[in-house]
């Protein structure tokens, strides 16, 4: 059974940093896309950054230079470093794991989540 779980998420104020971490049990983490998606109130989910089979990274045009998708496959956690963090970061922050194709489509599993407060 394939299990993902986030840590790390927490209140910052703007300008500062926070790196969140998501293990993943089971066989779903490497040789499968992989990706961190946030969702803010009333807002619909969106992919932040991805990691794809080939192993090419992906971020979305709001955090391209200060977000940065890693992934430790010794150990199976994804993480996400985030720096210069601004309001609009703010939001519930998911992993998700065996992407049905490219990094912004669906995926099979997803974490619970992890918020992030930027204030």
């Known amino acids: 059974d394939v299990q993902l779980v986030e840590s790390g998420g927490g209140s910052v104020q703007a300008g500062g940093s926070l790196r969140l971490s998501c293990v993943v049990s089971?066989?779903?983490?490497?040789?499968?896309?992989v990706a961190w998606f946030r969702q803010a109130p009333g807002k619909e989910r969106e992919g932040v950054a991805g990691?794809?089979?080939?192993?090419?990274?992906n971020y979305a045009d709001s955090v391209k230079g200060r977000f940065t998708i890693s992934r430790d496959s010794d150990k199976n956690i994804l993480y996400l470093q985030m720096d210069s963090l601004k309001s609009e970061d703010t939001g519930m922050y998911y992993c998700?794991?065996?992407?049905?194709?490219?990094?912004?489509?669906?995926?099979?599993?997803w974490g619970q989540g992890t918020q992030v407060t930027v204030s």
């Open positions: 089971g066989d779903a983490f490497t040789s499968s896309c």
């Open positions: 998700a794991a065996d992407s049905t194709g490219t990094w912004l489509d669906d995926y099979n599993f």
């Open positions: 990691i794809e089979r080939d192993g090419s990274t």
